[in-house]
């Protein structure tokens, strides 16, 4: 479930919405160069200069020029598991994860020509189509386990750990979770990066909490690509809303 929002979100101080921004610029900067131009003839040095930024700064939000084609909103997920989490518990999971959803992308409408470019780079460049999907998984993995934790937390009232947030920034106002490690790694740039599922200390996620996460990144995925061929037909919350209805619903064949 790997989310292109590019949202102004309101949470955070000033150096966090800063800092939001200042990825979403990079991120769509290199989306329509490549778009235009093609993946492979788009330097780090172009992305930068139409974001209107320095090289330093675009190594402070990814590791390489790959990663600003694929990790297009890489705080999306770290958004949607706490909302998840908190959401009310007489809630069924599937109703939680919906909610949470819904609200990362109450601005999708506005991102109708981004998707479509970013969709448009991912076919015309097998290789960041890949580690698209490397990225989708490591998200999709994430959501498992805060659906394990969830289903948990229901089932032992008094285990009310939510993830911690993007944790404090430094001075650059980039938080110490974006920085690199010793081996010059950021934490989340890539799917390698991600912890490995059911990892020491870890429980790894059943069946139903993978298969939920699965489905819900599918369900973004389907919602997306129905409405962007008829965005003048239908607003993307009703698409949105009528496939999770249907999941709901058990998939019940259409009527004739």
């Not at 020029?65 to 705080?75: C, E, K, L, N």
Request: proline residues 7%; negative net charge; glycine residues 8%.
């Amino acid at each position: 479930m790997h989310i292109m929002t590019g949202k102004d979100a309101a949470g955070g101080g000033l150096r966090e919405r800063k800092k939001r921004a200042t990825r979403a610029a990079l991120a769509e900067a290199a989306v329509r160069l490549a778009a235009e131009h093609g993946a492979d003839q788009v330097t780090v040095e172009a992305i930068s200069a139409a974001a209107g930024v320095s090289v330093r700064t675009f190594f402070n939000y990814f590791e390489s020029r790959d990663d600003a084609f694929v990790v297009v909103d890489a705080d999306a997920s770290e958004r949607v598991r706490p909302a998840f989490l908190t959401a009310p518990p007489e809630l069924p999971p599937l109703e939680a994860l919906r909610e949470a959803l819904a609200a990362e992308l109450r601005e999708a409408e506005r991102q109708h020509e981004l998707w479509s470019l970013h969709a448009r780079v991912l076919r015309s460049a097998p290789h960041l189509l890949v580690r698209n999907l490397g990225a989708q998984m490591a998200d999709e993995s994430g959501l498992a386990e805060a659906i394990a934790r969830r289903i948990r937390a229901g089932d032992d009232p008094d285990d009310d750990t939510v993830p911690s947030g993007d944790g404090d920034a430094d001075a650059e106002g980039v938080p110490h979770r974006d920085r690199p490690d010793a081996a010059g790694a950021r934490p989340g740039s890539h799917p390698e990066s991600a912890p490995p599922e059911g990892g020491a200390g870890r429980a790894a996620p059943g069946l139903y909490p993978r298969l939920l996460a699965a489905v819900a990144g599918t369900a973004v995925r389907v919602s997306v690509q129905h409405w962007c061929e008829r965005p003048d037909e239908v607003s993307f919350a009703d698409v949105f809303r009528e496939v999770f209805d249907l999941l709901a619903a058990g998939l019940p064949a259409p009527a004739r």
